[in-house]
């Protein structure tokens, strides 16, 4: 039923964009139940004006629309029989029917002309681009239902959820920059009816809400929080730039002005200082070089894996319905690299546990856990993650929005309203359990990771002190861990699906312990066979090793590319639940193999790769990377001004676009806000007496090294 809906409004917008040809307007007079009052002294329709037929969709009018929004659309519209320019450039803007490709679904968005509506200048008004969602509303409750609520990001009753955000059915309107986003959607709503009750005499079920409306003449006054952000990042300023002119002075005009002391302060701030540091390749020994490969080739997996999720809700897509038929691009089985692509965060946790562990267990070898060195642990923890990750969302919640320029650049304000509610819950790390997590949604990871960290020293410590015990207790929260989503699944297999339920699963603790704990057992594994600098197994057994870690990461991808998203196949319960129970610990076993087989010589060419040493750089901007990526990727939806064709060349050209946006991106917050930040705890536990001050960088002697190197 609500497909046949959906076509029905298509038939209506079809009608009337087509009378916009001039040769179509008969259709009007072949329909019986054409209301009269259209034709009232009418005797010939080839005298009938388009803009009387499309008047109530040019501009918004009637019941619940604004005089002031009325008077200016009388004003247009006879300026537009008129052929006024700006007014021509106003109707210009408006999308037009048909498209080409409307077999294979060019037939869904309606974008317009975002940039020639705006310019369009009447002198007491502008135009105003409105693009406007489309549902159906089964009932008079979910007619009344507060359409403007869903503009805050939340689900609401009556909207389908495929229909909902950020809008599946997307029509664009030009207007005048007088009429609120109150008078389109009423205005639209209006016309909608009109036309319903002149095809077929009813109501139409078919409302709208505008998702998002801009004009030249709109302006964001200043609030409070985005002068405290301007006075925040004008002082980082600052104290960057003046601390890169010192730095530089000492650097290239007088190497021994400045004693150690006021260097240890200054080169913590300085762009130069900070910019050689993150780009600098050189590893220590206990360095786990393939790690820095793994980190980013993961982060870009994730990344690659978001482009595709947004490319559906995001940009105006020309060719949908080819894409989602059971030959198009989405039913080949190499695409399950994309849509399957949940086991790249897996990977995260891994890594993360295994150098956790491994650090933690050479700490105590040093100094025994005492309390101090778990206060440490603790403290130094929150702030690492915490200090960037919170400038991050303080500029979604205050500047964010002066960016949200474009068609959809309404996306961006979603992002930024989820972040003026729920900050709270993210810099407690609790957000994965609190609401919509709506602010920086990808940082549910983050929330589980942490809410990991707290209790590892449990493991940690058990492993160290009383090995047994700790592998003991290990096995027995892996066989936990892997019958939970197990029941989960067994319980609910439709809900559940391949991923695990969203709210009951996938972002909770419960659902993603497997990899983290088998990352913390690698790490012990490490630690203890540290002096064993190389695996003792001969060349086939180690073939076969990576044979059957490249068999089972495989299988883990691919295993179930049968039932892609448009198969319409349906795994059974078994397949479900054995899925779920053991394909993150699969996934996890094969990457600590390569992990182990890299760090202890038996990875070969493969090793090479991931250690080489220009991942360090990139991995050292992965986090500012994963905090940042969804807000650049809706950015980037949120300017396109026209349609795209999904194709395998269009989306790896904007994935690696994605990839190079977004590292630059972090690259200025790490040098502006992580290090920086990072420079700042380590200066306050150096004056507190509980850590080491920074060293301070005397290039002199660096320049004396490479002389004698030289000579």
């Not at 200066?683 to 060293?695: D, E, H, R, S």
């Amino acid at each position: 039923m609500k497909m046949r809906r959906e076509v029905h409004l298509f038939v209506l917008l079809s009608m009337h964009m087509e009378w916009t040809m001039g040769g179509q307007v008969n259709m009007a007079l072949a329909n019986k139940h054409y209301p009269e009052i259209h034709l009232k002294g009418i005797q010939d329709l080839t005298k009938l004006n388009p803009i009387d037929i499309l008047g109530d969709y040019l501009t918004p009018s009637g019941e619940n629309v604004s005089p002031e929004c009325e008077e200016s659309g009388k004003y247009y519209k006879q300026q537009l029989a008129e052929q006024s320019p700006w007014a021509m450039q106003m109707f210009d803007a408006d999308p037009k029917f048909p498209h080409s490709g409307i077999l294979e679904g060019n037939f869904i968005h309606y974008p317009g002309a975002f940039d020639e509506c705006l310019r369009a200048d009447a002198g007491d008004f502008r135009g105003k681009y409105c693009l406007m969602s489309l549902f159906t509303a089964e009932n008079e409750h979910e007619r009344e239902f507060d359409l403007l609520e869903a503009r805050q990001g939340r689900m609401g009753e009556g909207v389908p959820e495929w229909l909902f955000s950020p809008g599946f059915i997307k029509i664009a309107t030009c207007i005048p920059s007088t009429c609120t986003d109150y008078d389109a959607m009423f205005g639209m709503n209006n016309f909608l009816n009109e036309t319903a009750q002149a095809i077929g005499g009813n109501d139409t079920n078919l409302l709208t809400y505008p998702m998002g409306c801009q004009s030249e003449v709109d302006e964001l006054p200043l609030t409070s929080g985005d002068l405290a952000m301007i006075v925040f990042l004008v002082t980082m300023s600052l104290l960057i730039s003046v601390s890169t002119l010192l730095d530089l002075y000492q650097r290239f005009v007088t190497k021994d002005k400045f004693p150690d002391r006021f260097l240890r302060i200054v080169q913590g701030f300085s762009a130069y200082h900070n910019t050689r540091k993150l780009f600098d390749t050189k590893t220590s020994s206990d360095n786990l070089g393939c790690i820095n490969g793994i980190r980013f080739i993961s982060m870009t997996w994730v990344l690659m894996g978001h482009t595709f999720q947004l490319y559906f809700s995001g940009p105006f897509l020309n060719n949908i319905l080819q894409v989602f038929s059971p030959e198009g691009p989405l039913s080949k089985p190499a695409m399950a690299v994309i849509w399957n692509a949940m086991d790249s965060v897996d990977t995260f946790f891994l890594i993360g546990s295994i150098l956790l562990s491994y650090l933690t267990l050479k700490e105590l070898d040093k100094n025994g856990g005492g309390i101090k060195m778990w206060l440490m642990f603790y403290i130094h923890r929150y702030l690492r993650l915490t200090g960037v990750y919170l400038v991050i969302i303080l500029l979604h919640n205050t500047l964010l929005k002066y960016f949200a320029y474009g068609p959809q650049g309404y996306s961006l304000n979603y992002l930024a309203k989820g972040c003026q509610d729920d900050w709270w819950a993210n810099i407690l790390y609790i957000n994965n359990f609190h609401g919509h997590g709506d602010c920086l949604g990808q940082t549910w990871y983050m929330a589980v990771d942490m809410q990991f960290f707290v209790f590892s020293p449990l493991i940690i410590y058990s492993l160290w002190k009383h090995p047994k015990c700790g592998l003991i207790l290990s096995g027995c929260l892996m066989v936990i861990a892997t019958g939970i989503p197990m029941a989960f699944s067994w319980a609910d297999p439709e809900k559940a699906g391949f991923i695990g339920d969203s709210e009951l699963i996938y972002g909770k603790p419960w659902g993603r312990f497997q990899p983290y704990l088998l990352g913390l057992l690698v790490g012990y594994y490490l630690h203890r066979t540290k002096k064993q600098p190389k695996l003792p197994q001969n060349l086939m057994l180690n073939s076969l090793n990576w044979l059957l870690a490249a068999v089972i990461a495989l299988s883990c991808i691919f295993g179930i590319a049968k039932y892609n998203l448009v198969s319409m196949k349906a795994p059974s319960l078994a397949e479900t639940v054995i899925y779920n129970g053991f394909n993150r610990l699969a996934w996890s076993c094969a990457v600590s193999w390569v992990i182990i087989a890299c760090i202890k010589k038996r990875g070969g060419p493969i090793n090479e790769f991931l250690s080489w040493s220009c991942f360090i750089p990139l991995a050292r901007i992965s986090y500012c990377m994963y905090l940042t990526h969804i807000t650049v990727l809706v950015w980037h939806n949120g300017v396109l001004r026209d349609g795209i064709s999904y194709g395998t060349e269009q989306i790896t050209y904007t994935v690696i676009g994605n990839v190079m946006i977004t590292g630059a991106v972090s690259i200025v917050m790490v040098l502006a806000f992580e290090m920086p930040i990072l420079h700042m705890e380590k200066l306050t536990f150096g004056l507190l007496g509980v850590g080491a001050m920074p060293k301070a960088k005397r290039y002199q002697k660096q320049e004396k090294k490479e002389q004698d190197q030289v000579n």
